[in-house]
């Protein structure tokens, strides 16, 4: 299975802030990355896919990049409603895995 | 628009088995496949496998081989996840997700059931 590592686990941040969150695979993956947010108590939303194609409605401030086995997520002047956890998922092969997940936090 | 939308928790004893069910409304998701993903309490998110429909055709992920199954009736747009044996690591939160595109397992989800708690626990 394809290992996928989260940094960090935790991020303590401020409105307005700019963090990155980091996603590593144990083997390359390409670009068949993609991110999600999670809020407590409700299930994952999807950001977005192939690295860097935003899902409808995900606001331009997330931006991803990355290919191969290094990968990052960006948030840019964060807001309060972004204050939630990430995870980010491998579906270049089976069995479809996800990071342990980057709790943003005040 | 899309919603599913998933039966409610259940409480089970450990060596039993849970039928968790997902209903979609506001379109035809019978060529997309629908991914069961559960959440451990406090944990991150666990790819189970998924269900084609149209094609009646299942993939499970090796961890779950002979303890999951997918079903699917398409009359009432309705899928169901079992899982049986049940042990107290399989507390989690299931969800079911209909993946972005159609006919492929293989793709990230961008609809989701609310949840379904199950609990295991004697």
């Known amino acids: 299975d394809i290992q996928m590592t989260q940094s960090p686990s935790t991020l303590s941040a401020s409105v307005g802030d700019r963090v990155t969150i980091t996603c590593r695979a144990s083997?390359?993956?390409?670009?068949?990355l993609a991110w999600y947010q999670q809020k407590p108590g409700t299930a994952p939303t999807l950001l977005m896919f192939a690295v860097s194609t935003l899902q409808s409605g995900v606001s331009s401030r997330f931006s991803g990049s990355g290919s191969g086995t290094e990968f990052s997520l960006t948030i840019t002047g964060l807001q309060p409603d972004d204050f939630a956890a990430y995870y980010c998922q491998q579906y270049k092969s089976y069995p479809l895995t996800f990071g342990g997940g980057t709790k943003v936090a005040i | 628009q899309v919603q599913l939308v998933q039966s409610g928790a259940e409480v089970k004893k450990p060596g039993s088995s849970v039928k968790v069910s997902c209903e979609a409304t506001g379109g035809d998701l019978s060529r997309y496949a629908i991914n069961w993903v559960r959440q451990a309490p406090g944990q991150g998110l666990e790819w189970m496998g998924g269900i084609i429909s149209v094609y009646n055709t299942v993939n499970y992920a090796e961890k779950f081989q002979g303890r999951v199954t997918f079903t699917a009736d398409e009359s009432t747009s309705t899928f169901y996840m079992q899982l049986s044996s049940l042990r107290s690591d399989d507390t989690a939160i299931y969800y079911c997700?209909?993946?972005?595109?159609?006919?492929?397992?293989?793709?990230?989800?961008?609809?989701w059931g609310q949840g379904t708690l199950v609990t295991v626990s004697s």
């Open positions: 083997e390359s993956i390409g670009r068949f």
């Open positions: 997700a209909r993946t972005i595109r159609q006919f492929d397992w293989q793709f990230p989800s961008d609809y």
